[in-house]
């Protein structure tokens, strides 16, 4: 990707899993929001429809391609996710650019039940 500065077009926010000591004096882990903004490109990778157990639920499973500037996400983990447009789209793997070292390819999923 040459330039992907122009590719960017969306805007999402970073959320993540931060340790906060509970009220027992315990180390613990709570969902909370890491960068209010990430400038992104965001392509669909597939879907895949799958039946819960019970035979009458059924969910649908998206997965996603997000790009993003290196800069952006200090230490990417599995634990982290994206917000955008109100739906969430949690962390599967990512992958550096190793030829220039400027962009984090992030892979994703949001299930709809």
Same mark, same amino acid.
């Not at 926010?13 to 931060?18: A, D, F, I, R």
């Not at 392509?43 to 019970?54: A, C, L, Y």
């Not at 983990?77 to 994206?82: A, K, L, N, P």
């Given at each position: 990707? $040459?330039? =992907?500065?122009?590719? +960017?077009?969306? $805007?999402?926010? +970073?959320? *993540?899993? @931060? #340790?906060?000591?509970? %009220? +027992?004096? %315990?180390? /613990?882990?709570? %969902?909370?929001?890491? &960068?209010?903004? @990430?400038?992104?490109?965001?392509?669909?990778? *597939?879907?895949?429809?799958?039946?819960? /157990?019970? *035979?009458?639920?059924?969910?649908? #499973?998206?997965?996603? &391609?997000?790009?993003?500037?290196?800069?952006? =996400?200090?230490?990417?983990? =599995?634990?982290?996710?994206? =917000?955008?447009? *109100?739906? &969430?789209?949690?962390?599967?793997?990512?992958?550096? /650019?190793?030829?220039?070292? %400027?962009?984090? #390819?992030?892979?994703? &999923?949001?299930?709809? #039940?």
């Amino acid at each position: 990707m $040459r330039n =992907i500065t122009n590719k +960017l077009n969306n $805007r999402a926010q +970073l959320w *993540g899993m @931060v #340790e906060f000591t509970n %009220e +027992l004096l %315990e180390s /613990d882990k709570e %969902e909370k929001i890491i &960068k209010p903004l @990430v400038y992104c490109n965001i392509i669909p990778s *597939g879907t895949m429809n799958r039946q819960k /157990d019970n *035979g009458v639920t059924q969910s649908v #499973e998206y997965s996603h &391609k997000f790009t993003v500037r290196i800069k952006s =996400i200090v230490n990417p983990s =599995i634990d982290m996710f994206f =917000i955008f447009q *109100g739906k &969430k789209y949690e962390f599967v793997s990512f992958d550096i /650019d190793f030829k220039n070292g %400027e962009y984090l #390819e992030i892979f994703t &999923k949001m299930i709809m #039940e």
